[in-house]
Every structure is written in structure tokens, then in C-alpha cells.
């Protein structure tokens, strides 16, 4: 019966909400897969982060998915537009992000939008970009909207096929660091 107890007690720490309280890397590489841009037929909104927590530069990582983006080369047809890999807590304070890449003219960037998360063992994940082409005078000229909601499974590469856009995504457990791991005895769980 101790033993049921202990077995009951590990299958909850691996449960669904357990993975919900950590704290996740996740990487995303958007890049254009053909010379051929769609624009919308509108340009992105003025409040295109929508209320949604701006990625902070303490949540930027180093990202591990360059062989990846190596592959993505303009000779192969590719054009990568945002690559970053942050720390995403599970909080649901959280859980709508706000991300851009490049210079912002008139609070627009080259590369701008929300990702929303559902974190479990497979986590979903709602993209809203927008790709922005911009006027000489820097206002916006005609934007590209690459909305996708898919399922990721946590620790492997998705690619996730929008028309002409596509993205690779990846949400890893943040490690903990090794020094806690070797404060866990075995012996506790007998």
C-alpha cells in the first residue's frame, strides 16, 4: 500500500499541472518560404500586441535550434524573418506574449505579433504575426498575417506550414540546475 501511495504521488509530479508551474524555453524560428509575399487585405492593427505581455530582453536566451535556421538559407528558397528563444513562465499572467523583431516605425516592427500558450504534455500554441512592409516614409505599406493555432509536442521541433510563411517551435522544460537535482534522495521515496 506504501508503495501505491509513492507510485500515486509520482504520477501526480508528472501530471499536466505539474509541467503547468514551470518555467519553459521556447524557441521560434519564422521564416518565408517563397519569394511570394500574401498580403492581407488589411495592414496590422495599431493594437496588434492586443493587451499581451512584451517579450522583456531578462526573457531572452541564446538559441539552440541554429543548425535549424542554418538549413534556411535564401539558395534553398528561404528567408528568415524572427528567430529568439525566451523563458516563458506558466502563470497565466503569462501565457499571451508579445513579440517583435527589428527596428519599430510608428510602434510597427518588420515583424510583429502574439503567441498564446496552453501548456500540458502537449502543449498548444496560438500564432498571430504580422509581417509588415513599410512606405518610404516609414508608415505601413501592406502586411502579411500568418495565424495558426497548433499542437506541440513538449521537447520536439514542430513546423507549423502557413501558405507562404512558415515557423519551427520548440517549448522545453527549463532544466533545473544540477545542484538541485543532487539534493533529491532516492531513499525519501521508500
Known amino acids: 500500500m506504501r508503495y501505491f501511495v509513492h507510485l500515486v504521488l509520482l504520477f501526480a509530479l508528472c501530471s499536466s499541472q505539474a509541467f503547468a508551474n514551470d518555467t519553459q524555453v521556447v ?38 535550434l541554429d543548425h535549424l535556421a542554418a538549413k534556411l538559407t535564401p539558395e534553398q528558397g528561404y528567408q528568415i524573418l524572427l528567430h529568439k528563444a525566451w523563458l516563458q513562465n506558466s502563470d497565466e499572467a503569462s501565457r499571451h506574449i508579445a513579440i517583435s523583431q527589428g527596428a519599430a516605425h510608428f510602434d510597427h516592427y518588420p515583424v510583429e505579433g502574439t503567441l498564446t500558450f496552453e501548456f500540458d504534455r502537449s502543449s498548444v500554441v496560438e500564432l498571430d504575426l504580422w509581417i509588415n512592409q513599410f512606405n518610404p516614409d516609414n508608415t505601413l505599406l501592406s502586411s502579411e498575417r500568418f495565424k495558426q493555432k497548433t499542437i506541440v509536442a513538449n521537447g520536439q521541433v514542430t513546423f507549423v506550414d502557413h501558405s507562404t510563411l512558415g515557423a519551427l517551435i520548440r517549448i522545453q522544460a527549463q532544466k533545473a540546475p544540477a545542484s538541485q537535482a543532487e539534493d533529491v534522495n532516492p531513499t525519501d521515496f521508500e
Open 27 to 64: 524557441e521560434l524560428i519564422v521564416f518565408r518560404q517563397s519569394s511570394e509575399s500574401l498580403p492581407a487585405h488589411r495592414v496590422a492593427p495599431d493594437n496588434w500586441a492586443n493587451g499581451s505581455t512584451r517579450l522583456s530582453e531578462e526573457q531572452l536566451r541564446s538559441t539552440h
